[in-house]
C-alpha cells in the first residue's frame, strides 16, 4: 500500500506547503485579515509620536530658558524650588498626603 501512495507524497507535500502559508498570508502578524490591527496600531503610535514632539519642544523651550544667554529667572525660581523643596515665605503651601504604597511582598502576604 506504501509503494502504491508514492507517487502521491509530492503532491501531498506541495499541498500542505500551500495551506500552511496560505493560512498564515491570511491570518498571520502581516496578512490580510489583520490589516486593520496594523491601521489602529498606526494611528495610535502616531498619535504617540505627536504627543512626544510636542512634549519634546515644550522642553527644548525650557532649556533655551535655563542657558546662561537667555536666563529666564522666573523658570529658575521654579526649578530651583522643584528641586530643592523650600518656598518662599510669603507662598502658600497646601500638603496633600498620599496613602502608602504598599510592597509587593506585604501584598502577597496580606
Known amino acids: 500500500m506504501i509503494e502504491q501512495m508514492k507517487p502521491y507524497l509530492p503532491s501531498v507535500l506541495i499541498l500542505l506547503a500551500v495551506l500552511y502559508f496560505g493560512v498564515h498570508g491570511l491570518t498571520g502578524e ?20 505627536s504627543h512626544l514632539l ?29 528641586v530643592i523643596g523650600f518656598a518662599d515665605p510669603r507662598d502658600y503651601v497646601v500638603r496633600v ?14
Do not use: F, I, M, N
Open 97 to 110: 498626603h498620599t496613602p502608602a504604597v504598599r510592597s509587593p511582598e506585604a501584598v502577597r502576604a496580606g
Open 54 to 82: 510636542e512634549e519634546r519642544q515644550d522642553l527644548e523651550v525650557r532649556v533655551r530658558y535655563l542657558r546662561s544667554s537667555s536666563l529666564s529667572r522666573d523658570l529658575l525660581e521654579e526649578r530651583a524650588r522643584a
Open 30 to 49: 502581516r496578512g490580510v485579515l489583520s490589516g486593520k490591527s496594523r491601521e489602529a496600531l498606526l494611528h495610535k503610535r502616531q498619535a504617540e509620536l
